[in-house]
């Protein structure tokens, strides 16, 4: 057993009061915009009367956790154990563990149990699935398995109309509460209306494979689906009880893109400061780099590229034209725009806001979120998990 | 004031005795491996006389750092201030800040003098330079600063025959305490002749800089270079005092394929599970995606690309072909291979290693390496800082 990676159980530290208090690089959440972009996505949940199960794998935050859970049913979602183990701390009792489990890790999913917290798995494997039965026979674990389904992200998961799913359903036996499948694929999609074919295909998929496994005699009260897109754009979801989103709630230049919400709605942004000026070449090296912004370059497929972020001034308004982080070294951004960049309004020590292309990346760099209030107030300071 | 984000002082926490014992995916560093690498940069060094300054950067660790100073003067670089705090705290006197320091950073740079620790910075900005001089005015701080040198990589530094070079060192005066360059460029050379070009032209740049600020009645004992491809291939570092390596200590896919290691000096691999087993696809899923492998992609620009890195048994040998990480989704990657893959000895829960694109980014999601021998055994456990 490893030890958790985040230290502190309480959610807030000592906190700085002004953006100009802040170490760069550092991770800047914008509590309006969060807050706004949650009800965004449970009103879009609330109208099929389905669970929000949000997904923390974004946040990884107890404090945001809370927000994206008021007024819901209360379960949430995560990556990795880790995660599932800090939430647990922080009070949280029903949390989906939405990766493949291995039976190594059957142990640590068990102790869940013994605290009163519903730890929920998943598999896809049948061999993997007797494993479990197994390990719940000679543990006394009750553990509580959701059978992974591929709706065509072809990721993890078994077909809703194979054999396999069968085996897999029969393995678990009692253990079997329901199906859960993941539309990833739908961030390849590029409009509405095949976001919406893809929610359609994610619903019948999750559908059809717990009719499936009824039809065997196995309990499915869990119908689990859910990406961002789908979740936002689903025409219907008749038979599903849950979805599971996760980025919604801050955004970033590939989710904007590809229809998930607008740019002002983009949460999280990275505070950094100019280190280098270098007029004759129209660009600035920043100390954000490789490590403070990710080498996330999803935009790459997006109708804009924007290399490695889109720079923003320190209150996080697009003032420097289509400034973008083009190179991204270690630690060094290098910093480039079509038009002259105003180096009067660019000195060394400068603070610049970048937008991530993908905010789940470039979060993870962090353990802690300051949060603001679109000015140069520091309101709060949250902590954030990271590791496994 | 952050406080900095490692949080125990000592390197060894509780240790696994075997690879079995560890949850996935976590670093591994094989000891023999990384001893092997430190020897051969000593020798290259060593052959011309000059100080090595191994960058941590990369490693992040007091106990490499102890492995890779034993035998040197014992100075070492640094990429971030997290990382000078974390290397004071353990015993390190000599630490050179290599990245472009701002004015609002000059009170944690001020406070190591205070403890004892010589900490040197850099800048190349007049401006910087002669806020460095007034807060030393003012505080009392006796600053010490190396003026940074472009040598053909354009991101930080001024030209070594530019007026810039002299306006920097004069606002300076005497905390002026020599010249840094780094030809980070070497990266893209893709044979020994074409490094032993940059390594020249890295060299005479910080010759000439030191020697033009010495024309100026500056004092300049420090000349500084280095990267692992100059470290290693420089024909002769005629006047050059020191140089920087970091990557050497650990090798990877991309240091390998451009001649900076033999494939067998990958020091660093990622443990991870399968999760998913897909044999009509030839496919596996590992629960290492992005967040556990980083999303460099940077061997795409080498003669071989590795998607997001070559997957090895759980002893690191190269026995699933050449079986590579194709997709990298935030926790899971998608392995493939031009060859069937032997799903006989892939199985939910069969342990792989992946070697990494960039050793630099991948270690970077990790507090911790497990220290490995070779085979099963883990014999040590060493800690790492994050952050800045």
Request: aromatic share 4%; with cysteine; proline share 4%.
């Amino acid at each position: 057993m490893i030890e958790r990676p985040v230290t502190a159980s309480s959610e807030t530290i000592a906190r700085p009061q002004r953006l100009a208090d802040l170490a760069t690089p550092c991770l800047l959440l914008d509590r309006a915009k969060l807050e706004r972009n949650l009800e965004i996505m449970a009103g879009a949940v609330g109208r099929h009367g389905v669970a929000l199960r949000p997904h923390m794998k974004t946040a990884k935050s107890a404090a945001v956790a809370r927000l994206a859970t008021a007024g819901q049913a209360g379960g949430i979602t995560v990556s990795t154990l880790a995660e599932a183990e800090y939430f647990a701390s922080e009070g949280f009792r029903d949390i989906l563990y939405a990766v493949g489990i291995v039976p190594a890790k059957l142990d640590r999913a068990a102790a869940f149990r013994r605290t009163g917290v519903v730890l929920t798995v998943v598999t896809d494997d049948p061999d993997t699935a007797a494993a479990i039965s197994a390990h719940a026979r000679a543990t006394g674990a009750s553990h509580r398995v959701l059978v992974e389904v591929d709706c065509g992200e072809h990721r993890g998961g078994v077909a809703a109309g194979s054999d396999a799913l069968i085996a897999v359903g029969r393995a678990l036996g009692p253990l079997c509460a329901g199906v859960m499948t993941h539309a990833g694929h739908s961030y390849a999609c590029r409009s509405i209306a095949e976001v919406e074919e893809v929610a359609e295909a994610e619903r019948r998929a999750a559908v059809t494979a717990a009719e499936r496994l009824r039809g065997e005699g196995l309990a499915t009260p869990i119908i689990s689906v859910g990406s961002t897109p789908t979740a936002l754009h689903a025409r219907g979801l008749a038979g599903v009880t849950e979805t599971r989103p996760g980025v919604y709630m801050f955004q970033d230049l590939f989710q904007v893109q590809i229809g998930s919400g607008a740019p002002e709605a983009m949460a999280v942004t990275v505070l950094a400061s100019v280190i280098h000026r270098r007029p004759a070449e129209n660009r600035v090296v920043i100390d954000a780099g490789g490590m403070a912004l990710s080498k996330d370059r999803s935009t790459a497929s997006a109708p804009r590229d924007y290399g490695f972020g889109l720079v923003l001034d320190a209150q996080g308004r697009q003032s420097f034209g289509d400034a973008i982080v083009e190179r991204a070294n270690q630690e060094h951004g290098v910093v480039t725009a079509p038009t002259p960049l105003p180096f009067d309004r660019l000195n060394v020590g400068t603070l610049v806001r970048v937008a991530p292309n993908h905010v789940c990346m470039t979060a993870a760099a962090y353990d802690r979120y300051y949060v603001v209030d679109g000015g140069n107030a520091v309101i709060d300071v949250w902590h954030r998990v990271n590791g496994w």
